[in-house]
C-alpha cells in the first residue's frame, strides 16, 4: 500500500451502521457521519479515503436494482479519481448487490470490496471494524502500482470472497457468508495472504463500462416434493415474465411428472428464459447425470453449472437489460463472464 492510495467508503446503510431504538429495542440506520465517528482508526490508515453515504441509508432487505444503479453510478463518477472502493452494506442481501455490481461493471481493473457485519460498530464485541478496516486495506493494495484485486469481491470475518460467488449463510455467526464453489480470493491473519492463483486475470485493457439497464421481469422458482401444477402454471403465466431461475434438486433433478415438462415446455415455447440451477449450496447442475433432469437438458433449458441463485437472477436482470438476442442468450448465459461459474 503507497500513501497516496485513494480510497472511496459508501456508505448504504446495514447493521454496520445502525443503532438500536431505546423504547422499541428495534435496529435502525443512522446518518454516517455518526458511523465515522466510531471508527476513528481510520485516520491511521495509510491511504486517503474519502466517504459518501446514501442519502437515507437503507437496511438492505430494502434493496432494489434502482440501488445497485446508484451505486454503480458513484462508483462511475469516482472511477478515474479513486484506486479502490469499499461498499458498506447489509448483509442480508449483499450477495446480491455483489454479484449484480460483478456484471454492471464490465472490465473494472479496480477493487470494489462489499462488507458489513453481523453486529453495528458501536457494539462492544463489534465485528465491523476488522471487517470495515481490513476491507480498505484490501482495497488500498496496490503492486507494481496496480491494484491487485481488480474485481468485485465481499470481505467477512476474515476471508475475501469473489462477490459473485458469496451466498449468506448465517444469521448469527459471525462468519455469515461461504463461497462453496470457488475459493477464498485472500485471507487476513496475522498476514495478509492473497492468492493470485484465485483472482480475475484481466486480458485486456479495454475501457470500464457501466451497465445499468436491468430487467427485473425475473422470479426464482424453488422446487420442493408436493409443489402443485396450478402453482407453477400461475408462475409461468405472469405476464411479461421473462426469465426463470429453477431451483432444482441435487445435480439439477426435477420431478419427472410429465404435465411439468409439458409446462415448462410451452413456456420456452412462448419465449421465457429459464435457468437450472441447483438449491445445494455447493456442487453443480450436471445436466443428463440423472433421469430426472435428462428431460430439462432435452427441453434446452440453460444450463447454471455451479453458479449461485443470487448470481443466476442478477445475470438474468443484465443479460435481459443488455438485450442479448434470444438465439445466443442460452450460450451467452453459459459463459462465464466475470467468474460466476465454471467455464466448462
Ligand atoms: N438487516 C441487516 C441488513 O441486511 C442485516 C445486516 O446488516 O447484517 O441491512
Same mark, same amino acid.
Given at each position: 500500500?503507497?500513501?497516496?492510495?485513494?480510497?472511496?467508503?459508501?456508505?448504504?446503510?446495514?447493521?454496520?451502521?445502525?443503532?438500536?431504538?431505546?423504547?422499541?429495542?428495534?435496529?435502525?440506520?443512522?446518518?454516517?457521519?455518526?458511523?465515522?465517528?466510531?471508527?476513528?482508526?481510520?485516520?491511521?490508515?495509510?491511504?486517503?479515503?474519502?466517504?459518501?453515504?446514501?442519502?437515507?441509508?437503507?437496511?438492505?432487505?430494502?434493496?432494489?436494482?434502482?440501488?445497485?444503479?446508484?451505486?454503480?453510478?458513484?462508483?462511475?463518477?469516482?472511477?478515474?479519481?479513486?484506486?479502490?472502493?469499499?461498499?458498506?452494506?447489509?448483509s442480508?442481501?449483499?450477495?446480491?448487490?455483489?454479484?449484480?455490481?460483478?456484471?454492471?461493471?464490465?472490465?473494472?481493473?479496480?477493487?470494489?470490496?462489499?462488507?458489513?457485519?453481523q453486529?453495528?460498530?458501536?457494539?462492544?464485541?463489534? #465485528?465491523?471494524?476488522?471487517?470495515?478496516?481490513?476491507?480498505?486495506?484490501?482495497?488500498?493494495?496496490?503492486?507494481?502500482?496496480?491494484?491487485?484485486?481488480?474485481?468485485?469481491?465481499?470481505?467477512f470475518?476474515?476471508?475475501?470472497?469473489?462477490?459473485?460467488?458469496?451466498?449468506k449463510?448465517n444469521?448469527?455467526?459471525?462468519?455469515a457468508f461461504?463461497?462453496?464453489?470457488?475459493?477464498?480470493?485472500?485471507?487476513?491473519?496475522?498476514?495478509?495472504?492473497?492468492?493470485?492463483?484465485?483472482?480475475?486475470?484481466?486480458?485486456?485493457?479495454?475501457?470500464?463500462?457501466?451497465?445499468? #439497464?436491468?430487467?427485473?421481469?425475473?422470479?426464482?422458482?424453488?422446487?420442493?416434493?408436493?409443489?402443485?401444477?396450478?402453482?407453477?402454471?400461475?408462475?409461468?403465466?405472469?405476464?411479461?415474465?421473462?426469465?426463470?431461475?429453477?431451483?432444482?434438486?441435487?445435480?439439477?433433478?426435477?420431478?419427472?411428472?410429465?404435465?411439468?415438462?409439458?409446462?415448462?415446455?410451452?413456456?420456452?415455447?412462448?419465449?421465457?428464459?429459464?435457468?437450472?440451477?441447483?438449491?445445494?449450496?455447493?456442487?453443480?447442475?450436471?445436466?443428463?447425470?440423472?433421469?430426472?433432469?435428462?428431460?430439462?437438458?432435452?427441453?434446452?433449458?440453460?444450463?447454471?453449472?455451479?453458479?449461485?441463485?443470487?448470481?443466476?437472477?442478477?445475470?438474468?436482470?443484465?443479460?435481459?437489460?443488455?438485450?442479448?438476442?434470444?438465439?445466443?442468450?442460452?450460450?451467452?448465459?453459459?459463459?462465464?463472464?466475470?467468474?460466476?461459474?465454471?467455464?466448462?
Amino acid at each position: 500500500m503507497n500513501s497516496k492510495t485513494h480510497i472511496l467508503l459508501i456508505y448504504t446503510g446495514g447493521t454496520i451502521g445502525m443503532v438500536k431504538d431505546y423504547e422499541s429495542g428495534v435496529l435502525r440506520a443512522f446518518d454516517f457521519d455518526k458511523l465515522s465517528k466510531h471508527i476513528p482508526e481510520l485516520e491511521q490508515l495509510d491511504c486517503r479515503v474519502d466517504t459518501v453515504s446514501f442519502e437515507s441509508p437503507i437496511d438492505s432487505s430494502n434493496m432494489n436494482p434502482d440501488h445497485w444503479v446508484k451505486i454503480a453510478t458513484l462508483i462511475e463518477e469516482n472511477y478515474e479519481g479513486h484506486d479502490g472502493f469499499v461498499v458498506l452494506h447489509g448483509s442480508d442481501t449483499m450477495s446480491y448487490t455483489a454479484s449484480a455490481l460483478s456484471f454492471m461493471l464490465e472490465n473494472l481493473a479496480k477493487p470494489v470490496i462489499f462488507t458489513g457485519s453481523q453486529l453495528p460498530i458501536g457494539d462492544l464485541r463489534t #465485528d465491523a471494524k476488522e471487517n470495515l478496516i481490513t476491507s480498505i486495506q484490501i482495497a488500498a493494495l496496490q503492486k507494481k502500482g496496480k491494484p491487485v484485486i481488480q474485481e468485485v469481491g465481499l470481505y467477512f470475518e476474515y476471508k475475501l470472497y469473489r462477490g459473485n460467488r458469496t451466498t449468506k449463510i448465517n444469521a448469527e455467526h459471525f462468519q455469515a457468508f461461504a463461497s462453496l464453489n470457488h475459493p477464498p480470493l485472500a485471507e487476513s491473519g496475522v498476514h495478509l495472504k492473497v492468492f493470485d492463483e484465485y483472482l480475475m486475470q484481466r486480458k485486456n485493457t479495454k475501457r470500464f463500462v457501466v451497465h445499468k #439497464d436491468l430487467d427485473a421481469n425475473v422470479v426464482i422458482l424453488k422446487l420442493f416434493p408436493g409443489l402443485n401444477r396450478e402453482v407453477i402454471r400461475r408462475v409461468l403465466g405472469t405476464p411479461n415474465l421473462k426469465a426463470l431461475v429453477l431451483e432444482t434438486y441435487g445435480a439439477g433433478n426435477a420431478p419427472t411428472d410429465p404435465w411439468l415438462l409439458e409446462d415448462l415446455e410451452e413456456a420456452l415455447a412462448k419465449g421465457l428464459h429459464i435457468v437450472n440451477v441447483t438449491q445445494c449450496s455447493g456442487g453443480s447442475v450436471i445436466p443428463g447425470r440423472y433421469k430426472t433432469s435428462e428431460q430439462l437438458r432435452q427441453l434446452q433449458i440453460i444450463n447454471g453449472k455451479d453458479i449461485t441463485t443470487e448470481s443466476a437472477i442478477t445475470k438474468l436482470m443484465y443479460l435481459l437489460g443488455s438485450g442479448v438476442s434470444h438465439k445466443l442468450f442460452k450460450t451467452v448465459f453459459e459463459t462465464s463472464l466475470r467468474g460466476e461459474m465454471q467455464q466448462k
